[in-house]
T-cell receptor
């Protein structure tokens, strides 16, 4: 079963607008990662935020993590048509230092209209 | 390009058959993971190997097995295939508890 729940399931915006996707999870985590997947293709790693971090930036991406609420959000600013993809959050459980399974959410399908 | 390679890209086979999927991790990564992505189950963790040893098991069927070789490449063996095994199979690798980098996947179609 999926640990993460993502909200919304689908999001359609215009180019230049910001897109915000949310992810909730259930258990204690070591880190939370966001991935992008273009239709039927491989997953591209976007950003990792550790459990002791609250916010992280990478280019047009901003990720926040609230461990008390067991939730994270991904903000994509100034969106482009090329950002159209499915976005997944994935959590790594607490306590494993030699790598660990990722539990994925169901994903948010983002469509950016030109 | 993540640095993780998977072969083959596509595989079409019949029910009851056996197939082997191959994965080469990024240079230096000791951990290899296998995931299955299907429409009804989403992305599911199957199994992890770390430096040749099985480290964690997820929702992997008994008909499926995997191994990691001394050169760190990994193979996922799927046997007695059923229609429901049709899915995208991803391999990922990581260094420690860091980012997992995914390969392009193998699309398996069971007819």
């Amino acid at each position: 079963s999926q640990q993460g729940e993502e909200d919304p399931q689908a999001l359609s915006i215009q180019e230049g607008e910001n897109a915000t996707m949310n992810c909730s999870y259930k258990t204690s985590i070591n880190n939370l990662q966001w991935y992008r997947q273009n239709s039927g293709r491989g997953l591209v790693h976007l950003i990792l935020i550790r459990s002791n971090e609250r916010e992280k930036h990478s280019g047009r991406l901003r990720v926040t993590l609230d461990t008390s609420k067991k939730s994270s959000s991904l903000l994509i600013t100034a969106s482009r048509a090329a950002d159209t993809a499915s976005y997944f959050c994935a959590t790594a459980p607490w306590g494993e230092t030699s790598g660990s399974r990722l539990t994925f959410g169901e994903g948010t399908q983002l469509t950016v209209n030109p | 390009d993540s640095g993780v390679t998977q072969t083959p890209k596509h595989l079409i086979t019949a029910t009851g058959q056996r197939v082997t999927l191959r994965c080469s991790p990024r240079s230096g990564d000791l951990s290899v993971y296998w995931y299955q992505q299907s429409l009804d189950q989403g992305l599911q963790f199957l199994i992890q190997y770390y430096n040749g040893e099985e480290r964690a098991k997820g929702n992997i069927l008994e008909r499926f097995s995997a191994q990691q070789f001394p050169d760190l490449h990994s193979e996922l063996n799927l046997s007695s295939l059923e229609l429901g095994d049709s899915a995208l199979y991803f391999c990922a690798s990581s260094a420690g508890s860091n980012e997992q980098f995914f390969g392009p996947g193998t699309r398996l179609t069971v007819l």
